[in-house]
């Protein structure tokens, strides 16, 4: 007997990729290769039909004295339907009711055996991926804590098999497989130090083109990761409606990353005077050059403090070039506070970021001052174009505006969030150009404006806070640096135009934006948002097994 069909449901720990798992048991809805309800209908009908024939015909015989046991081939048939249609009606309708009541435990599983896994180990043999003895030594050596995790890199000197094997303990140690986690494929050496630790595979995202994108003259192609169905057609739609009506333009209004550390004082008359010291213009150009010290790229802009009681909140404004600039900006801050300690010993740093930057969290300091580009852009889109792309009309659309963007919004209390749905469009571009996603937060800080303008209509959006680079963290994977060599910002920009690749992501965004809010808003004021994403955003298919459990 196959040990599987003794585990109610239970999977058994792989030494590789493929599950081993026991093999889906047999229905009587498996007997025909057709959709479940057509083979239904088929054995109901084939069991009604013959019944209903062999009743006539032995009504016949009985008038007419003929034995019942002589049977010709119709009827022979009919018999044979009668019995195939009975046996799948009772092992479509039944056995799962006899085996639930007969064949269940009284407490739980206390009848059913459950091998552990020494067992399964001799009971099933179980194919392995790993390459050596001594890779298998390493994983139980993982699995037992002998050996950590986080460490197979540095004693292995191999990301790829320190992957592989740290795969196989996570699953022995789990009992779950990961199948369906892809390994293969990629540079795991790329990401050590800096990207991800303690791989074990890596995740899918599709990629969709959005596009030609007409900005400042130039046409972009877009790419945006996503797994939401109608987006990138929405803003593809919004692309070709802003290129036939000339192109959107975009203005960068400011470009600079913050840090706010917290720091305490004795008293609020020391806190206030190092936030004087601080503030004077005198003292800025001497604290500049402390603060570039540690980074070539980095320069300080301005400091603006906040304070409370004896706390003292400085936020620092910097240029970061073509990096989104965190690392250096707190690198140059950690200059400027070991610096002021000097000026003020009884100054204590209780940390390096003190949530006034702010940081991966809506804050109306960000809506307000900004953080990282504010880019405003805008487009002039003819009536014409409304009406025969966009299906809709500019009084609708204005309408529509006034009522969702503005009083929808503020009736939410809704911070930054004056938009459509700004944040699928940022996500999906930072996905796919290797951008932090939880820097979506803030940099979908958003407020659209529809404004009718003869016949014609007039869309712009305002984005404080778009935090993005050209260099550092996961631009320079494979597939995201593909995607900004695409839009034609790929890594540094020319020292003359230092951070103008970022710069020009930032427009690339807010004008992908603009893109999508005009056809979101479109969509929703000829009331057509819940036929796309029925057509586009919905899966019929059958992704698997699970899915037919309940059937």
Request: aromatic content about 6%; overall charge neutral; proline content about 4%.
């Amino acid at each position: 007997m196959d040990i599987r069909r003794r585990l109610p449901s239970r999977e058994l720990p792989a030494q590789n990729d493929d599950v081993v798992t026991a093999p889906p048991p047999r229905r009587g809805s498996d007997a025909l290769p057709l959709p479940l309800y057509l083979t239904n209908f088929f054995f109901t009908f084939l069991f009604a039909a013959t019944v209903y024939f062999l009743l006539i015909r032995w009504g016949e015989k009985i008038s007419t004295s003929t034995p019942l046991h002589v049977v010709n081939l119709s009827e022979l048939l009919s018999l044979i339907g009668v019995i195939a249609s009975c046996i799948y009606l009772i092992g479509f309708l039944g056995v799962d009711f006899v085996q639930s009541v007969f064949l269940r435990s009284s407490s739980d599983d206390d009848d059913v055996w459950i091998p552990n896994d020494d067992e399964i180990d001799r009971l099933v043999k179980i194919e392995s991926d790993l390459t050596s003895e001594e890779d298998e030594a390493i994983v139980k050596s993982v699995v037992d804590g002998a050996t950590s995790s986080h460490s197979l890199e540095t004693k292995l000197g191999d990301c790829k098999r320190a992957a592989a094997i740290r795969r196989e303990a996570v699953q022995r140690m789990t009992g779950k497989s990961l199948t369906g986690l892809p390994l293969d494929g990629f540079d795991y050496d790329s990401i050590l130090g800096q990207c991800c630790e303690m791989p074990v595979g890596y995740v899918q995202i599709p990629v969709g083109i959005a596009g030609p994108l007409l900005l400042d003259g130039k046409e972009y192609s877009v790419p945006m990761a996503t797994t939401e169905g109608c987006l990138v057609a929405s803003t593809n739609r919004g692309c070709k409606a802003i290129h036939l009506s000339g192109g959107a333009f975009s203005f960068l209004m400011k470009d600079a990353m913050t840090r706010a550390p917290v720091v305490k004082f004795p008293s609020v008359k020391r806190a206030a005077r190092a936030m004087f010291y601080l503030q004077d213009p005198a003292n800025f150009e001497r604290l500049s050059l402390i603060f570039s010290k540690s980074s070539r790229f980095a320069w300080l802009q301005s400091i603006t403090c906040s304070i409370s009681g004896r706390n003292l909140y400085p936020r620092f404004a910097c240029g970061t070039g073509d990096a989104m600039g965190m690392n250096m900006v707190s690198k140059g801050v950690q200059n400027v506070l070991e610096f002021m300690k000097t000026m003020f010993p009884d100054m204590v740093v209780i940390g390096i970021s003190g949530n006034c930057c702010s940081d991966k969290k809506a804050s109306a300091i960000n809506w307000i001052q900004g953080r990282g580009k504010h880019v405003v852009c805008e487009a002039l889109i003819k009536g014409g174009i409304v009406r025969n792309v966009l299906k809709t009309t500019v009084e609708d659309l204005v309408e529509l505006h006034v009522l969702k963007n503005l009083t929808g919004s503020a009736m939410a209390g809704s911070l930054g969030g004056f938009n459509a749905h700004a944040s699928n469009i940022v996500s999906a571009v930072f996905i796919a150009t290797g951008q932090d996603p939880a820097q979506n937060v803030e940099s979908s800080h958003c407020i659209t404006q529809f404004e009718a303008e003869g016949d014609d209509l007039h869309i712009s959006v305002s984005m404080p806070c778009i935090e993005v680079g050209t260099v550092g963290g996961g631009t320079q994977l494979a597939s995201q640096s593909a995607c900004l060599n695409l839009l034609g910002v790929k890594g540094s920009s020319d020292k003359e135009k230092a951070g103008s690749n970022a710069r020009q992501l930032a427009r690339i965004v807010a004008g992908s934006v603009l893109a999508g809010e005009l056809s979101l808003m479109s969509a929703i004021a000829s009331g057509q948002l819940v036929k796309s994403h029925m057509k586009y955003n919905r899966s019929s298919r059958d992704i698997g097994p699970s899915s037919q459990v309940n059937r």
